[in-house]
């Protein structure tokens, strides 16, 4: 890109979210875009998750886009291998390659308030553009928590979405931190491998039996040659979802039917009592993201493997120390913990028209309009924003219920005319804001008695859409123009984007914090 490049809009990240965005913009009649990214492909959570047994727990003709129906998917549930390549062959045949920008990661978003536009900064030079539309996702930034001696760890360390194939675990003292959706596929998928894997389980998932199977060859034919068998396998698979979402939302005392068979389903592949209650849980099913696995529990049980009932607590050069005193020897470490989901690095380098970035602006728990818009950051919006995750369904159905807001946010800009931008009034969000938690208070994520990833750390649901999918998309359908004010470019000059602000200040202090962060962040890495 060049120095003064302007764009109508400026998409930051190639995952579903990002990729979503572009066809919809291409679809709406808009060429003028560019996707930021900062990898050297596309593919988001699904380029960068690539350890042994990576799959998605979504049902194949569920997890992919209504627009881009798929009928060559080899599994019901499929691997990362074949989700990646399926977005491949969406950027190709949609024509996206143009617009990326490869290798772009954003530095820093400014907004210019003389101009009504993104000043935004990058690896590869500076842009501007009259729209941001923020795909970077929750899952994009791996999580590792500061354990005391891990430095000196004289062994190899990594995280699941990091994954060194360079290095080999055959014969390994292995340790595997975290019992999340990363680390059931992990553990099963190098248990024959390893001389010794041990699982640091903080908290036991409700894990139940994965229907999974190829799918035939006669099925793929005939949902090349009859489409129509495509989109209604996909809205099977989607109305049963919906039918179970009360159950999670208003009738959380109705999953313990779901309890017993996932009691059941341990049972079977567990023989031994005293695993069998280092595994069961003491919350809710559904607290939780329920986990989806045939062989988690029978790799437990073979004799190469330990099962700590407690974290990670301290590193003593090779020696791994629990929470209630176990210590173990290692040669390698994975951490299976998470990503930075209620506390997105991104937002460390969005500054609005107050001076103040985004991550302070969330200070008090993330929050925007209908998921998308957050207050005194005009012409910004977020796919997969707060609370518009799912405990239950596909998020690909949410991401194109967010791409129908953003159409009709900049068909709305069209008819308003001139240069002109959207700031949704805090009112506004606050209102969106109190509807949702007040919804939640009686779903299964807050009442199921478990700590989980869905909670900020004041204990808010800043995550989780406390209803349906249906519900959502009529929530998004259109935007409301009192929910936001209005704001026109003023008459004079156009001042050239740069390092000061409208006003001949410098560069906020916020701003610069955002610099500050966004160096140590590389520094670090």
């Given amino acids: 890109m060049t120095e003064h490049e302007h764009v109508r809009v400026a998409v930051i990240g190639s995952g579903f979210g990002g990729l979503g965005a572009a066809v919809r913009l291409r679809r709406e009649g808009i060429t003028d875009f560019v996707v930021l990214e900062r990898a050297d492909e596309v593919g988001g959570t699904w380029r960068d998750n690539s350890y042994p047994g990576c799959a998605c727990d979504v049902p194949s003709h569920l997890y992919s886009f209504s627009f881009a129906p798929n009928p060559e998917w080899p599994r019901t549930f499929s691997g990362q291998q074949h989700i990646r390549a399926y977005l491949e062959h969406v950027t190709d045949l949609f024509g996206l390659r143009p617009h990326l920008r490869l290798g772009s990661e954003v530095e820093l978003m400014t907004w210019d308030a003389e101009n009504l536009r993104w000043v935004i900064e990058t690896a590869r030079g500076t842009l501007t553009a009259d729209v941001v539309v923020s795909a970077t ?154 986990l989806l696995s045939n062989t988690y529990y029978p790799a437990l049980a073979r004799p190469n493997v330990d099962v700590v009932a407690s974290g990670l607590a301290e590193v003593r050069g090779s020696t ?93 800009l069209d008819v308003l005319g001139g240069r002109t931008a959207l700031d949704a009034r805090p009112a506004a969000v606050d209102a969106w804001n109190d509807k949702v938690q007040e919804r939640m208070k009686r779903t299964v994520w807050n009442t199921g008695g478990c700590t989980s990833w869905y909670l900020d750390p004041s204990g808010r649901n800043t995550t989780i859409w406390p209803g349906t999918t249906t519900e959502f998309r009529r929530a998004t359908r259109r935007v409301d123009l009192a929910e936001y004010e209005v704001l026109r470019k003023p008459a004079g000059e156009r001042r050239p984007a740069g390092e000061r602000r409208p006003d001949g200040k410098q560069r906020p202090a916020s701003a610069q914090k955002a610099r500050t962060a966004t160096e140590k962040s590389e520094s670090a890495a």
């Fill in 320 to 412: 791994l120390v629990a929470t209630d005193g176990t210590e173990t020897e290692a040669d390698a470490i994975v951490f299976g913990t998470g990503f930075h989901v209620t506390d997105m690095p991104i937002a460390e380098r969005v500054v609005g028209a107050d001076g103040v970035t985004l991550a302070e602006s969330w200070k008090g728990g993330m929050q925007a309009l209908r998921g998308a818009a957050a207050a005194g950051f005009p012409n910004w919006m977020t796919i997969i924003g707060p609370n518009t995750g799912l405990g239950n369904s596909s998020m690909i159905l949410m991401i194109e219920s967010q791409l129908n807001y953003m159409a009709d946010y900049l068909r709305q």
């Fill in 137 to 290: 996702g929750p899952l994009s930034d791996p999580k590792i928590p500061d354990i005391p001696g891990l430095g000196s760890f004289p062994g190899k360390v990594f995280h699941s979405a990091r994954w060194d194939h360079d290095y080999d675990l055959r014969g390994k003292r292995v340790a595997m931190v975290g019992t999340g959706a990363s680390a059931i596929q992990i553990v099963p998928a190098v248990q024959p491998q390893v001389g010794r894997l041990t699982l640091f389980q903080r908290t036991p998932p409700w894990v139940m039996p994965r229907l999974d199977r190829p799918i035939t060859g006669a099925e793929r034919l005939l949902h090349r040659t009859v489409p129509f068998t495509t989109q209604l396998r996909r809205g099977v698979l989607w109305g049963i979802r919906e039918l179970q979402v009360q159950a999670f939302t208003k009738h959380p005392e109705e999953l313990g039917l779901v309890e017993r068979l996932a009691r059941r389903n341990m049972a079977r592949a567990v023989k031994d009592p005293a695993l069998r209650a280092k595994l069961t849980p003491d919350y809710r099913i559904g607290c939780k993201r329920i």
